[in-house]
């Protein structure tokens, strides 16, 4: 079985400055992907960002890099110069490779509010 | 352009009565998911199907059922065996394999009067 875990219960973050979401994990698949998701207000699920297991280099994309420690389980989110927009639902997600395991298993999400 | 259509977007039913979501994909990919969400709660996973005509139950598929006859479309019946089926609900697809992201319908908000 897989597990995600988000424990903070909510963020505030002044605009312009980074934050960092915290995620941990636990499988059994050697072979496995780190996915982010925003979800605005709308409800829509917006990917962000994945990172694989065998990947040496932490990914990046754009204001969102992935900080991977595999030792430690653990795959945070950091945003850079936070907006106003950033305000939303994140969630951390993962999939093996084998069986039950393939399907997506999300976290219960961290709130996220930007102030001006 | 390629996504996910999910319809309706809202919709009310009175207790005791089966209602079907659609979902429909024109990605060319093989897996499909349906995920129930709760105010303020994450996502939980109702069924999955990796290939045409074949489906598994994910974490919470009691009062709900599934088919896949299209690789295109993976509707889903909430029966009138769901205890508390008022929910959002989101439809996703992806390639097979873990590196491959979801991509996700736009959800339907289902409210039980």
């Known amino acids: 079985a897989q597990k995600i875990t988000q424990t903070q219960p909510g963020m505030f973050v002044q605009e312009k400055e980074a934050v960092t979401l915290d995620c941990t994990y636990d499988?059994?698949?050697?072979?496995?992907?780190l996915f982010w998701y925003k979800q605005p207000s709308s409800g829509e699920m917006i990917f962000l960002i994945y990172q694989g297991s065998y990947d040496q280099q932490n990914a990046t994309e754009g204001r969102y890099s992935l900080n991977f420690q595999k030792a430690r389980k653990s795959a945070n989110l950091v945003i850079s110069a936070s907006q106003l927009g950033d305000s939303a639902m994140y969630f951390c997600a993962m999939r093996g490779n084998t069986g039950a395991n393939s399907k997506l298993t999300f976290g219960k999400g961290i709130t996220l509010s930007v102030r001006p | 352009d390629g996504g996910i259509t999910q319809s309706p977007k809202y919709l009310f039913r009175k207790e005791g009565q089966n209602v079907t979501l659609s979902c429909e994909q024109n990605?060319?990919?093989?897996?499909m998911y349906w995920y129930r969400q709760d105010p303020g709660q994450g996502l939980r996973l109702i069924y999955y199907s990796q290939i045409v005509n074949d489906f598994q139950k994910g974490d919470i598929a009691e009062g709900y059922s599934v088919s896949r006859e299209k690789k295109e479309s993976f509707p889903l019946t909430v029966t009138s065996a769901q205890k508390n089926p008022t929910a959002f609900y989101l439809c996703?697809?992806?390639?097979?394999?873990?590196?491959?992201?979801?991509?996700f319908g736009e959800g339907s908000r289902l409210t039980v009067l």
């Open positions: 499988t059994s698949d050697p072979s496995y992907g």
């Open positions: 990605l060319n990919h093989d897996a």
């Open positions: 996703a697809s992806s390639n097979r394999g873990y590196t491959g992201e979801l991509f």
